[in-house]
């Protein structure tokens, strides 16, 4: 091993023993979250899951249910059912405060099957631990950091196997992971901030709509079809029934065909007064580095670039994280215990024994 190698196995050394604890979060986390939605569905069946049949209720008729049902609250927010058999959720705020709960609603009856606060919570505590650690602010900036380490493992892990250096199973598993892996911890660090390369539609002229009391607002079926005239083709994934602001326009959430993103990556800004379009963010109408800041590098990270496969991949991959840190600790152990281990000399009464 010549020197320049040697030092890429002891920078690959310590900064696995460093962040082979993080390593086997992110990964056993990563795992899970690759596939969020299906899991979460699956540990909450009963608010989920819908038996479809007929038409759905118009969405002003079911919106009222959940805000009877909780007294007190407002509607915030609708997310849309994007099968048959899924229900709506409706978003609601306690009072004036930031307490938020997610109702769930059977949209063929307008039966409400239940909230956010009686579900199991399991993958909202994962996605903490992934992000955060479950540490706040400081659990961000370790996760960063262990973000950074997997990028080093990898690459220098890759340059070991292409020497063929110690190759072993942990090798030959960690450089399958890196390739799938390494895509994950640049994306984490989003590299190209959004900011930098897009400028927001509510920081120009004329996009902010004065609040006028007492004028109708449009309702939310008025709303999703004022969107859908304007990005004809696209899916409504949700709408929100009150601005950021006083004087913030709604918005409504759209997906393309081919974005695989969750909650939709363009976005129609509706005056609710009129129904006149303030602004349209169009993900297909973004220059290519904004297009990988909104779009891609949240797909790439969590796998959904090309849909199911690479939401598997994802899966395996970051599934096998924990395999190679807890194999790597163990082979350093051993060759420690080896390199160790002098073998006592016999001695005279030895030979008598």
Known sequence: MNRSTWRVAVLHLYTGLTAGFFLVVLGTTGALLAFEEEIDRGLNPHLAFVQPHGEHLRLEQLTPKAVAAYPGYRASALILPERADLSLIVSLVEGDT?????????????????????ANQFMSVVHRIHTRLALGGFGSALTFLGALGLIVLAASGMRLWLQGQRVTAHSNIGVFAALFVLPFAITALRPIPLGMVWTDPWTKPGFRVPPQ??????????????????????????????????DFPLDVYMRWPEDHSSDGRSIVYVNPYTGGIQAVTNSREMNPAARYAWVWNWQIHTGRIFSRPSQLAAGIASASLPVVALSGVLLWWKRKRRSTFVPRRKTIQDERD
């Open 98 to 118: 930031r307490n938020y709960l997610a109702v769930f609603i059977d949209p063929y009856t307008g039966k409400v099957l239940g909230d956010s606060a009686h």
């Open 213 to 246: 009391p007492g004028v109708r607002k449009l309702s939310p079926d008025e709303l999703v079809d004022t969107a859908t005239r304007a990005l004809p083709g696209a899916q409504p994934v949700s709408l929100g029934l009150m601005g950021r602001e006083a």
